[in-house]
Structures are given as structure tokens and as C-alpha cells.
């Protein structure tokens, strides 16, 4: 959602338990813990198997739950189910932003909130200056504070934790002091270690 590449999916399996995450810089990964430990997280790809591999380690573990992504019916009940999720545990929240562009979710949020008080930026130079749902899709790289500024939540992709965005996405959030949820499976696993609400609630 918030890379400017195509993504597809990984996958990593560690003793049974499978992780998940999207990237832009697919491939393949074998070794050990240590050899995970030792990957220097410098490109998309490192940080993506890292992700996986954490994922479906603390998986293991018993730390997490919903490291695979849903099938089926799942997104688009996933989309609806999320107005009513931000209403529940967000009630004064009346303004919600949307940090990489996720279409279904965008127009369950327009429809619940107005399209006035929605705000999306994306990277994908495909999406942005586009109309989606009635909301313009500004630039990721420039108009992420602005989100922000004019958001009461703010929902974020998990992809952030592999495109190295997510550092500088919390420091704005606690410089405009806004709460943060991460959506998706990809970041199942940063959201727990950094004690994260995270909304993904038909991922198994």
C-alpha cells in the first residue's frame, strides 16, 4: 500500500507457525535465528524477511496471533468492520487518516466519516492527485505530517515497518500527539513490540 512497487507477499515458516509480510523486493531466505539476527535491514527485501521471520517466530512463541492474511470474504468484511471498530475504542475520533492507500477500507471510511474528514497519502505515483472515494490521495513523502496535523486517528499500513518509514511515522504521531493503529498482518508482530493497537480482525 505505501511502496512504490509492486508488492506481493512473503512468507516465513519457523517450527510450524507461519509470518507474513508485503514487500516490493521478494526472495529467498534460509538460515537460522542467528542468521536473522545478523541481516543488517538496509533494503526492503532484509527488512521484509526480518518482518516475516519475527512474525511467525513470536507466532510461535504464543506472543501474537493473525500473522496470515485473510481469505475470501475476509478483506472486504474486514473494511466494514472497521468503521465500527474506530467508533468503539475511538469514540471522539471524528476526523481519521490513512498512511498508505488501502481502497476498501478507504471507502467504508468516507462513507462512515465523510469524505471531508478522511486523509490518505500513498506513495504509489499511480494514486497520487487521484479521487478515490471522494478524498484526494496526497504524496507520502511530503504530506504525511499533514495527516496528522488533521487527523484525530491514524491508521497505518504495516508495510511501514519494512519500507523504514515506521521510525519516522511514531515520531510524528507523538509530536502531534495522535493515537496510531496498524493495520494487516505485516505488522502483527512491530505493533505488539512496540505496544501498538493494531486492527486486523478476520486474519488467522
Known amino acids: 500500500p505505501l511502496l512504490k512497487g509492486k508488492e506481493v507477499m512473503i512468507e516465513a515458516s519457523f517450527r510450524g507457525c507461519r509470518g507474513q509480510a508485503f514487500t516490493d523486493q521478494p526472495g529467498d531466505f534460509e538460515g537460522s535465528v542467528a542468521d536473522l539476527l545478523g541481516l543488517e535491514l538496509e533494503t526492503n527485501f532484509q527488512r521484509a ?9 513470536m507466532r510461535h512463541l504464543g506472543e501474537i496471533k493473525g500473522t496470515v492474511h485473510c481469505r475470501y470474504r475476509g478483506p ?15 469514540p471522539s475520533a471524528r476526523r481519521v487518516g490513512l498512511v498508505g492507500l488501502q481502497p476498501g477500507m478507504l471507502e467504508s471510511l468516507s462513507l462512515a466519516f465523510g469524505p471531508g474528514n478522511v486523509k490518505v497519502v500513498d506513495l504509489n505515483p499511480e494514486n497520487i492527485g487521484t479521487v478515490k472515494s471522494g478524498v484526494e490521495i496526497w504524496d507520502g513523502e511530503r504530506e504525511t ?15 511501514t515497518a519494512v519500507n523504514g518509514t515506521l521510525d519516522g511515522i511514531l515520531e510524528m504521531a507523538g509530536r502531534y500527539d495522535r493515537p496510531v493503529v496498524i493495520y494487516g498482518v505485516t505488522g502483527a508482530g512491530a505493533a505488539e513490540l512496540l ?3 493494531r486492527f486486523c480482525p478476520f486474519s488467522e
Do not use: H
Not at 474486514?78 to 474506530?86: D, F, G, M
Open 49 to 57: 524477511v526480518f518482518v516475516a521471520a519475527s512474525n511467525a517466530i
Open 195 to 197: 505496544k501498538l493497537r
Open 145 to 159: 505530517e499533514r495527516v496528522f496535523r488533521e487527523s484525530d486517528l491514524v491508521l497505518v499500513s504495516g508495510s
Open 76 to 90: 472486504a468484511m474486514c473494511a466494514q468492520e472497521l468503521p465500527r471498530w474506530i467508533r468503539r475504542n475511538f
